[in-house]
C-alpha cells in the first residue's frame, strides 16, 4: 500500500510539471541562435553586477514633521578667530526670552596669530572648495550624511611652524547651551556687563584705532558635533581695511535627525544669509561693529534615514533581469528569422518562377514542333 502511493504521488507530481523537457533529438541548433544566447547571457551578467553594486549602494530618506520639542536645550557649536587682542572683545548671546548666556558658560578666548601657516591655508582652500560644490551639487550632502563619523579629522589642523610671532587674534571656542528661540549671537567691543533693559558692552576703554572685526570661522554649529558633516559657515574668511565694519548673518536652523549605519544623533541643518556694510553715522548708516549672528529656528523637524534595499527586491529585480533578457532576445530572433525567412522565400520564389515559365515555354515548343511536322505517307 505504501508502495502504491508513493507512485501515485510521484505520479501525481509529474502529471504537475510545468516544465516538460523537449528530448535533445527533437531539438535543433544554428549558428545564430548560439550568437543571439551568447550576446543574452553577456548582457545579463553585466546587468547582474551593476544591479549587485545599486543593491549593495544606500540612499538617504527625508521625513518631515513638526517639532514638539521646544523645552530643551540647544549646543551652539562655535570657533571663530577674531584679528583683535582677546582683552578688547566680548562675545554672549541674547535670545527673545530676554536670556543672556554670556561667554564665560563654555567659551575659551585663546591668543592666536591670525595669518594661517601653509599647511592650515592649504586646509581652508580645500574647505572652501568643497563648499562651492556643495552649493552647485546639493546630492553630495547625502555623501557626506553617510560618511558622517565621530572623528576630528575636519578640524583645523595645528601649525606646523614653532615661532609664528606675537598673538595678533583671538580664538573663541567651544560651546554655549541656549534655548531653541530665536536670538543672536555677536561679538563686538568690550566685555559684556548685564544690565536690567538687557546687557552692555564696555566699549569705551577700549581705543578706535585698535578696531579690526576681520574673522575667521573655523566651525560653527548647532546641535551635537559631527566633525565629518560640513556646515555652510565653515571655512569663512572676512578681511575688512575698515575699522567700523559690521558684518550679519541671518540663520534659519532646522532641526534633524540623523539615522545611519554609523551615526544615530539630532543636529541642526541651517541656511545663512550674509550682509556686511561700514559703521557712518553721517550717512546714516547706523549699528555696532562686530559680528552678529541672528538665528531663528524652523517649526518643522527634518527625520534623515539611511534605507538600504531588502534581499527579497533584490532578488525580484534579478528574476525580471533575467526573464525579460530571455523573452526579449527569443522575440527579437523570432522577428528576424521570420523577416529573413520571407525575404529568401520571395527571392527563391522568383527565381523558380522563372525557372518554370521557361521550362513550360521549351515544353509547349516542342509540342508545336511535333504537331507541323508531316505525316507519312
Not at 75 to 80: E, F, G
Request: charge should be neutral.
Amino acid at each position: 500500500m505504501r508502495r502504491l502511493n508513493r507512485k501515485k504521488t510521484l505520479t501525481l507530481v509529474k502529471e504537475l510539471d510545468a516544465f516538460p523537457k523537449v528530448p535533445e533529438s527533437y531539438v535543433e541548433t544554428s549558428a545564430s541562435r548560439g550568437t543571439v544566447s551568447l550576446f543574452a547571457f553577456s548582457f545579463m551578467a553585466v546587468l547582474t553586477i551593476m544591479e549587485f553594486f545599486v543593491y549593495r549602494d544606500t540612499w538617504m530618506r527625508y521625513e518631515y514633521e513638526v517639532d514638539k520639542d521646544f523645552t530643551s536645550k540647544m549646543r551652539l557649536n562655535i570657533d571663530i578667530t577674531v584679528a583683535m587682542r582677546c582683552q578688547y572683545i566680548g562675545a554672549d548671546v541674547l535670545d527673545l526670552a530676554e536670556t543672556m548666556v554670556t561667554s564665560a558658560e563654555g567659551l575659551a578666548y585663546e591668543p592666536v596669530v591670525f595669518d594661517l601657516s601653509p599647511q592650515q591655508r592649504h586646509w581652508q582652500r580645500m574647505l572652501q572648495q568643497i563648499q562651492n560644490r556643495l552649493q552647485e551639487e546639493i546630492s553630495l550632502q547625502d555623501l557626506l550624511f553617510k560618511s558622517a563619523i565621530k572623528s576630528p579629522f575636519t578640524a583645523l589642523p595645528p601649525r606646523e611652524d614653532s615661532n609664528p610671532g606675537p598673538p595678533n587674534a583671538c580664538r573663541i571656542h567651544g560651546h554655549l547651551d541656549i534655548n531653541k528661540v530665536a536670538g543672536n549671537f555677536h561679538i563686538t567691543v568690550g566685555k559684556a556687563i548685564p544690565h536690567p533693559r538687557g546687557h552692555a558692552h564696555l566699549a569705551a576703554l577700549v581705543s578706535h584705532d585698535s578696531y579690526n572685526f576681520s574673522h575667521r570661522i573655523d566651525h560653527f554649529s548647532f546641535g551635537e558635533i559631527l566633525p565629518g558633516i560640513i556646515n555652510p559657515l565653515d571655512g569663512t574668511e572676512k578681511i575688512t581695511m575698515d575699522s567700523n565694519q559690521m558684518y550679519q548673518y541671518f540663520i534659519t536652523i532646522v532641526p534633524t535627525k540623523l539615522k545611519t549605519n554609523k551615526v544615530y544623533c539630532d543636529t541642526h541643518q541651517f541656511s545663512v544669509t550674509e550682509r556686511e556694510r561700514v559703521i557712518n553715522h553721517a550717512t546714516g548708516s547706523h549699528g555696532v561693529s562686530g559680528i552678529f549672528m541672528k538665528y531663528d529656528i524652523s517649526s518643522l523637524m527634518v527625520t534623515v534615514t539611511e534605507d538600504h534595499m531588502p534581499l527579497w527586491k533584490f532578488l525580484v529585480r534579478l528574476c525580471g533581469i533575467i526573464g525579460g533578457i530571455f523573452t526579449t532576445t527569443g522575440m527579437i530572433h523570432g522577428l528576424a528569422e521570420f523577416f529573413v525567412d520571407v525575404i529568401c522565400c520571395r527571392f527563391r520564389l522568383g527565381v523558380y518562377g522563372r525557372l518554370e515559365a521557361a521550362h513550360v515555354d521549351g515544353v509547349s515548343s516542342n509540342h508545336c514542333a511535333e504537331t507541323s511536322a508531316p505525316g507519312p505517307l
